[in-house]
């Protein structure tokens, strides 16, 4: 037996030896040509005696399957080759992402378009008849000439208006793409004289078009404007949501956003199993610390999977608002979908566990059957009532609803975006001493500094004067002259008067676009049928969206314009007394007459001051705010609001609604014009009565606005008419609704 074992050790020994001999020799030589100290050794001494036994009693191969014995004597067979895919059979963009992909596919759309359009006026042209075969033999006056109809386009091929090119930068995109294009069809880079020309060709329409040239302030934000924000998030009432989660979730996503200074997709991609949450043991001694640790997979990532990052937040007790607390919010969304796989319910369970004697943490696990849920997840109405789906992601499309009008109720100049985050975040990073560049390029995910130099690091510079005269910078008036907030004026406007909503009634494309249905309309009044009823309705859409547009690039201007002539008006008014200084310090009340008591409690909840500086009590104003939370996840706010909100009058508007009753009709002839383009607009149409009655479950109403509240939800998805006696099932959504807007009059 001792025999037995020390030749077991020997083999062992030896193997390893063989080992480490093989691995320092393809470690420290080229493979190709070895090094000549090892060239004397012969290859099966290389090779381990365990490996050679095998290698000798292996059979000879009487039959054409692989086959290889075991050390234990099984016989392994190799398993057959699978040739059902091949490498062109692959998505050269499966990897990529889908901005990325819609981008580029966007570019190949047009320049086939251009290209039947290329047919059209050339149709003994064969090149064009095969946009690959055109792109092959296009010259780089023909690449000039499709950039410059680029320039025509007005509408895309999904059949929405497109914006244009209102930035060299956009315009740079689309070429980028192109270029990548272009080299995929012809397998080589474009000819350095091609890319020359063309550059030539591309500052000219640049310059022709007028596009901007210059990037967008890269406005950083700061902790400071973020707490305002999600302290408006939760008090105000003119925004509401479907659920009272959507509001918990949508500032949740914002305090991630600022600790961790990622991308909007990696935040909103978060996922149960990207959490882990555990109880630490104080390394100073006392209660354990509740830590929280985030590993967000959705990073920008090219050709493989980009290192993830792991952002720690161990609980801070003292000093810090709950409004910007994500221990609060995360585990007050975790212990409402009860996630916990221990018997945990509150945040009294939690706070009564501690670490056991040996160990340095308490996880605490979740449901492995959650993984997959989502941490922002989608809330929609299904039969009618809201529902949370948690296996579904918040869309683009609702958070950036909702954070625009959270951005203009606070009178923001411009919308906040996520990547404001990476400004100040990153500005924070590059200034902390304690932070070297390394860590802060892996942070953003950059791989070298320029990339932060280039598109992430403000370019206001406040602390010029310090510098010269060897002042120390204060960090105080910096951010101040910086931040976001310096633009907020909650006096900005964020809807259109009756006025300038005149001023887009007559706009040549709408009035366009009203005359066209206006002749369809009449076409279908006398001979009614199927397709010029889905013209008709698809006119009305195109009325809509339309005056939607217009009216969307008006009120930017608008808001754009108002600071500069608001701020010569309060000028005037201080001058000449109206406005006393002690009207600066009242401040409004962001409180609602129509506050629900549910929403009241989350605010007070979350809001509360510290009244005892004592870890107990502490805790306790802590879990009180978990508990508002998980109260407030589950509320039915009402979904959003519905047209414009009556404004409040105050007494200057009554004052001057006075004068203008007063003022001899003289002066009101001014206003005369817009008042009779607005009852022009006004005058009733010869259309068909709005329906009262649903025509697929039979429900009366007794408002236009209420039907309509009942069928989005309840029949958008039946895509087949029980009223009409062909059935007809419509399978695109947009038949459906062209059929019920033009046979049954609801615009849905």
């Known amino acids: 037996m001792p025999n037995r074992h020390w030749s077991g050790d020997s083999d062992e020994s030896e193997t390893e030896s063989g080992r480490s001999l093989s691995s320092c020799h393809t470690a420290d030589t080229d493979i190709t040509k070895p090094d000549d100290k090892f060239s004397s050794i012969s290859a099966p001494s290389l090779i381990p005696r365990s490996r050679r036994s095998i290698q000798r009693s292996q059979p000879p191969h009487e039959d054409n399957s692989a086959q290889i014995t075991t050390s234990k004597g099984r016989v392994y067979e190799d398993p057959d080759v699978d040739t059902t895919e091949r490498l062109s059979d692959i998505d050269p963009d499966f990897n990529k992402a889908d901005g990325t992909k819609k981008l580029r596919n966007r570019v190949i759309d047009r320049w086939h378009r251009f290209c039947q359009k290329s047919l059209e006026r050339e149709p003994d042209c064969a090149r064009w008849s095969d946009p690959e075969n055109a792109l092959r033999q296009a010259s780089a006056d023909c690449i000039f000439q499709f950039l410059k109809w680029c320039f025509k386009l007005e509408y895309g091929i999904d059949g929405r208006k497109l914006p244009g090119y209102g930035h060299a930068g956009t315009f740079n995109t689309d070429w980028k793409y192109f270029r990548i294009y272009y080299q995929n069809v012809l397998g080589k880079k474009m000819d350095k004289a091609m890319e020359k020309s063309l550059r030539t060709g591309r500052q000219w329409l ?3 078009n007028k596009l901007g040239t210059q990037p967008r302030d890269n406005v950083p934000v700061y902790i400071d404007d973020m707490i305002k924000f999600n302290e408006t998030i939760l008090q105000t009432r003119k925004k509401r949501f479907l659920l009272g989660i959507q509001r ?6 914002l305090m991630l956003g600022l600790f961790t200074a990622g991308r909007k997709t990696a935040i909103l991609k978060l996922q149960y199993k990207h959490l882990r949450i555990s109880l630490l043991r104080n390394p100073y001694g006392g209660p354990p610390i509740l830590d929280i640790a985030i590993k967000p997979e959705y990073v920008k990532s090219f050709l493989g999977i980009t290192n993830l990052n792991t952002f720690s937040f161990p ?41 056991m004697r040996g160990c340095q943490e308490l996880p605490l696990p979740l449901e492995e059957a959650m993984d997959d849920y989502y941490l922002f997840c989608k809330v929609d109405m299904i039969d009618g009532k809201p529902q949370i789906l948690r296996k579904e992601p ?12 959270i951005s203009e109720i606070i009178g923001l100049l411009a919308w906040f975006f996520f990547h404001q985050f990476r400004y100040g975040t990153g500005g924070i990073l590059d200034d902390t001493e304690w932070v070297s560049d390394s860590k802060r390029n892996l942070v953003l995910h950059h791989a070298d500094t320029s990339t932060f ?6 370019r206001q510079h406040t602390d ?5 005269f060897g002042l120390k910078p204060d960090e105080v008036i910096r951010r101040a002259l910086t931040s976001i907030s310096r633009y907020a004026d909650k006096r900005r406007p964020r809807y259109l008067d009756d006025t300038q909503k005149a001023l887009v009634e007559d706009d040549p494309e709408l009035q366009t676009a009203i005359s066209n249905r206006d002749a369809l309309l009449d076409k279908f009044q006398q001979t009614p049928n199927l397709i010029l009823g889905q013209e008709v309705a698809e006119a009305e859409r195109n009325i809509k969206n339309t005056r939607q547009r217009l009216r969307y690039r008006k009120k930017k201007e608008v808001r754009q314009a108002f600071s500069d002539e608001q701020a010569v008006k309060d000028i005037n008014a201080q001058r000449a007394g109206e406005i006393l200084s002690e009207d600066d310090a009242l401040k409004e009340s962001e409180s609602e007459d129509d506050t629900p008591p549910e929403q009241t409690m ?18 306790k104003r802590r879990n009180v705010g978990t508990e508002v939370i998980i109260m407030y996840c589950d509320f039915e706010e009402g979904g959003p609001l519905r047209g414009r909100p009556k404004r409040k009058r105050s007494e200057r508007d009554v004052e001057g609604l006075s004068t203008v009753e007063a003022t001899p009709t003289e002066v009101l002839e001014d206003d005369e014009q817009p008042l009779e383009r607005k009852r022009k607009n006004q005058e009733p149409r010869e259309t068909p009565e709005k329906p009262l009655v649903c025509f697929q479950c039979g429900k009366k109403y007794s408002q236009y606005q209420s039907l309509l509240r009942h069928f989005r939800p309840k029949h958008m998805n039946d895509r087949r008419c029980k009223s009409c006696a062909d059935g007809m099932e419509y399978l695109e959504q947009m038949h459906w609704q062209c059929h019920v807007a033009a046979v049954h009059q609801l615009n849905v």
Request: hydrophobic share 50%; aromatic share 10%.
């Open 464 to 468: 010029m004067q310090e510098a010269v």
């Open 394 to 405: 918040m869309s683009d499309g609702h958070y950036n609803s909702a954070i625009r009008t």
């Open 602 to 619: 989350l605010v007070e909840g979350l809001m509360a001051v510290p009244v005892e500086w004592t870890l107990e009590g502490e805790w």
């Open 453 to 458: 130099l280039k598109y992430y690091r403000p």
């Open 248 to 253: 918990i979730m949508l500032c949740l996503a």
């Open 206 to 208: 640049i310059k022709e």
């Open 315 to 355: 609980e801070i007790i003292l000093g810090v608002s709950l409004v910007f607390s994500p221990h609060v919010f995360i585990m007050g969304l975790l212990l409402h979908a009860r996630a916990f796989k221990a018997d945990i319910r509150s945040m009294d369970d939690v706070r009564s566990l501690f670490v």
